[in-house]
C-alpha cells in the first residue's frame, strides 16, 4: 500500500543550526502539507502545496521556514535558523482528493 | 475560524467495553473530518473519513458519526481491546479553506483499554 515516507525519524541540532526534513509523498498525490506537533499540544498546520507553489501558510510560518518539491517526489521542509521552540514532531501528508495521508513524522529537538 | 475540540481528554476503560469518544466543532461548514490514531512518539493513521454529506461511516470495530448541524461527531469503538490504546485525533476542514483544505484538529482523546 503506498505510504508517506519522512526521514530522518528524529534529529537533534544546535540552536541557529538550518535543518531540511524530507518527506516522500504518494505518487499519484497533488496536495501537500506540512503540519507541526509541539508536544502535548494540538498539530497545527505549518503550509500546504499544490501546482508547484505554497497555496496557504500559517503564522507560524515565517521567514525562517521554507519548503521545495525539488524533484517531482520529495517535498523537503527547511527551517534556516532554528530555535528552541522549533522543536516538535513535524509531520508530512499527502492526498489526492478528499483524505489526507500522514508520514510517520520527523522528531526535532532544537539544544 | 474553526475550533476543534476532544471530549474526554483522557478515558480508560477495562477490555471489551464499548465506548464513544467525542468531537465538536465550531463552524458547521465543513467538507469532510477526519479521525486519527496516534500511538505514543508515533506518526497520525487515518482511521475514518466522513464527508458533509454523510452521516456516519464505518470500519471494523469502528464507528463515526457526522452531525453538522450541532458541530458534532463521535468515535464508536466496539469491544476494545489493550491494542486500542493510543490517542484519538479529530480533524476538520472547512468548507470556506480553499482549495488547499488544510485540517484543523482538535487536542484528541487518550484512552487506555487495561487488560
Known sequence: ?111 | KQEVTQIPAALSVPEGENLVLNCSFTDSAIYNLQWFRQDPGKGLTSLLLIQSSQREQTSGRLNASLDKSSGRSTLYIAASQPGDSATYLCAAVSLNAGNNRKLIWGLGTSLAVNP
Not at chain 1, 544546535?14 to 506540512?34: A, D, K
Not at chain 1, 501546482?51 to 521556514?65: A, C, G, H, V
Open chain 1, 1 to 111: 500500500e503506498p505510504e508517506v515516507t519522512q526521514t530522518p525519524s528524529h534529529q537533534v541540532t544546535q540552536m541557529g543550526q538550518e535543518v531540511i526534513l524530507r518527506c516522500v509523498p504518494i505518487s499519484n498525490h497533488l496536495y501537500f502539507y506540512w503540519y507541526r506537533q509541539i508536544l502535548g499540544q494540538k498539530v497545527e498546520f505549518l503550509v500546504s502545496f499544490y501546482n508547484n507553489e505554497i497555496s496557504e501558510k500559517s503564522e507560524i510560518f515565517d521567514d525562517q521556514f521554507s519548503v521545495e518539491r525539488p524533484d517531482g517526489s520529495n517535498f523537503t521542509l527547511k527551517i534556516r535558523s532554528t530555535k528552541l521552540e522549533d522543536s516538535a514532531m513535524y509531520f508530512c501528508a499527502s492526498k489526492q482528493n478528499t483524505e489526507a495521508f500522514f508520514g510517520q513524522g520527523t522528531r526535532l529537538t532544537v539544544v
